[in-house]
């Protein structure tokens, strides 16, 4: 913390090496370290600084996914670092307490630089959920759950996709924050996971292996108004949820991801790894345990808009082949806002692979998943929604961040392949 008070934080985009596997020397990239990043963790109303350093040897950006902040700051494709060179982003954190994440955004490699290693955790704090009797103790009782999907040619990373799949590369097992067949030893009653999907096309159905309800308290940008008991959690590449499970002494159970059967129809699902189910996270309760406090049954307040402040609606069509029938060009900006005003948009899956949406600097409200209700988890504060083919999900959201008329921020499918691909457009707020 600098004498002003601005937070600072130093990242190095670096090559390593890491042994997932005794004997096997992988190579990767990574923040700081060989693999992922640190978690980084600043509180609202803080003012954030973080100097990065490009030591990969080839250009390459970082972007605050869920973070409110000016255009020039956010980390896409506009603001890259070249080799040897650093940037340095500042702004101050002005939303509520939130699982957000970090990682690269260079135009048409997204993909390859999230699957090397470049990820990380960004958690937010504020006073009104600090005052919550919630699981906090970072690393004991309130864990970060990275999630990625890895499969391995030898000692390296095997990235290749497989010719049937049309959402991108599919691994064959997974791994939780760089470990493999990773397990945690647990010493509370109650354990709050932060799950990130940080995989780059896999889509995870999260539940426990003997079936036990956990409670849902927050999505993509912070805590919901009401937590909510489920059994089962879907998550698309970067979306969060976090939840809270509770364990008996002495027990063990497994956060499992389940076959799933709904991302448009059965060929898709099959061919975009529906069919899968992966062991997770095995959590081991230690004979005795700490007692943990009854979770409140309400958390927070959405500080997102409602369909009645919205002034103006928009359209997005997604195919792989682009957005509104359009492949992203970094020259052109698709879509003008006006800052302090809520829009609706509407966005229609126009085929039968699966997708999903992320709109940069906004957290925005699901009003209608094909004109029903959304469903609980779609409930909150969110950045990125899950489109399964031929769905439509409408959403509001205020842009209200500093007018800029020369940067603009992304919208796109967040499975980093099609992102490549071009399913990414440009919107500018002025
Ligand atoms: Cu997580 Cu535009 O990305
Ligand atoms: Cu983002
Ligand atoms: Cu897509």
């Not at 255009?71 to 939130?98: E, S």
């Not at 955004?105 to 390859?112: A, C, D, L």
């Not at 791994?175 to 932060?194: A, C, F, H, Q, W």
């Amino acid at each position: 913390v600098k004498s002003d008070g601005t937070r600072v934080f130093d990242l190095t985009m670096r090559a390593g090496e890491k042994e997932f596997r005794a004997g096997q020397k992988t190579p990767t990239w990574g923040f700081n370290g060989d693999y992922l990043g640190p978690t980084l963790r600043a509180k609202r109303g803080e003012k954030v600084q973080v100097k990065i350093e490009n030591a990969l040897g080839e250009e390459s950006t970082v972007h605050w996914h869920g973070m409110h902040l000016p255009a020039k700051m956010d980390g896409g494709p506009h603001q890259m670092v070249a080799p040897g060179a650093t940037w340095t982003p500042r702004w101050t954190v002005d939303q509520p307490a939130a699982t957000l994440w970090y990682h690269p955004h260079p135009h048409g490699k997204t993909e390859k630089h999230v699957q090397r290693g470049l990820a990380g955790m960004f958690l937010l704090h504020d006073k009104k959920s600090d005052r919550l009797a919630l699981p906090d103790k970072y690393g004991v009782d309130d864990l970060p759950v990275i999630v990625q999907d890895v499969k391995f040619d030898g000692a390296k990373f095997d990235h290749s996709r497989k010719l049937m799949s049309d959402t991108g590369f599919l691994g064959d097992r997974t791994m939780v924050n760089g470990t493999l067949d990773p397990y945690k030893e647990i010493g509370d009653e109650l354990i709050r996971l932060r799950l990130l999907n940080a995989s780059t096309a896999r889509i995870y159905d999260f539940g426990f292996s003997d079936g036990r309800e956990f409670a849902l308290i927050g999505t993509d940008g912070g805590l919901l108004e009401k937590t909510t008991r489920m059994d089962r959690i879907g998550l698309s590449p970067g979306e969060r949820a976090e939840i809270v499970v509770r364990m008996k002494p002495g027990e063990k159970t497994t956060l499992r991801s389940f076959p799933q059967d709904n991302y448009g129809d059965f060929w898709q699902t099959r061919f975009a790894g529906g069919d899968d189910s992966f062991d997770i996270l095995q959590l081991r309760a230690a004979k005795s345990l700490r007692s943990s406090p009854e979770l409140p049954a309400t958390l927070g307040e959405l500080e997102v808009p409602d369909e009645s402040d919205s002034v103006r609606g928009r359209f997005f069509g997604l195919r792989t082949s682009g957005i509104n029938g359009k492949k992203m060009e970094m020259g052109r900006v698709d879509e003008t806002v006006t800052r302090g005003t809520a829009e609706t948009w509407t966005v229609r899956n126009e085929h039968s692979t699966p997708h999903n949406f992320h709109i940069h600097d906004v957290q925005f409200r699901v009003l209608e998943v094909d004109g029903k209700e959304p469903p609980a988890e779609l409930r909150g504060a969110k950045d990125t929604v899950f489109v399964p083919g031929n769905t439509t999900v409408k959403l509001v959201m205020r842009f209200d961040g500093p007018a800029d008329p020369d940067t603009p921020y992304m919208y796109h499918c967040h499975l980093l392949y099609h992102e490549d691909l071009g399913m990414m457009g440009q919107f500018m707020v002025v």
